[in-house]
């Protein structure tokens, strides 16, 4: 079945780094849109990042998050760069045959990973 597992994620000070690591297996990885999301406490489920040919940023995270891809691994991963208290939340891993789904409502999620940063 398809599986997308999450990991990386944790407790940073702001300006700080982190780099999460999604492993997808049950699909055939290459051919899928790949991207990330995030939910704050209290908040919507929000995109993040997305990749497919090309790659496509929300404008929060902009200059600072870099998505890439390793369709030899099936992994997908996010470098995160100059963290801010408000990137804090639950960073998930989400994948479509679409990119266009990718950034909204994906038909594949993973379970989440924290992602902490502190002022």
């Known amino acids: 079945q398809v599986q997308l597992v999450e990991s990386g994620g944790g407790l940073v000070q702001a300006g700080g780094s982190l780099r999460l690591s999604c492993a997808a297996s049950g699909f055939t990885f290459s051919v899928y849109a790949m991207g990330w999301f995030r939910q704050a406490p209290g908040k919507e489920r929000e995109f993040v990042a997305a990749?497919?040919?090309?790659?496509h940023y929300a404008d929060s995270v902009k200059g600072r998050f870099t998505i890439s891809r390793d369709n030899a691994k099936n992994t997908v991963y996010l470098q995160m760069n100059s963290l801010k208290p408000e990137d804090t939340g639950v960073y998930y891993c989400?994948?479509?045959?679409?990119?266009?789904?990718?950034?909204?409502?994906?038909?594949?999620w993973g379970q989440g990973t924290q992602v902490t940063v502190s002022s």
């Open positions: 990749i497919s040919g090309d790659t």
């Open positions: 989400a994948g479509d045959t679409i990119i266009q789904r990718v950034r909204t409502l994906p038909v594949y």
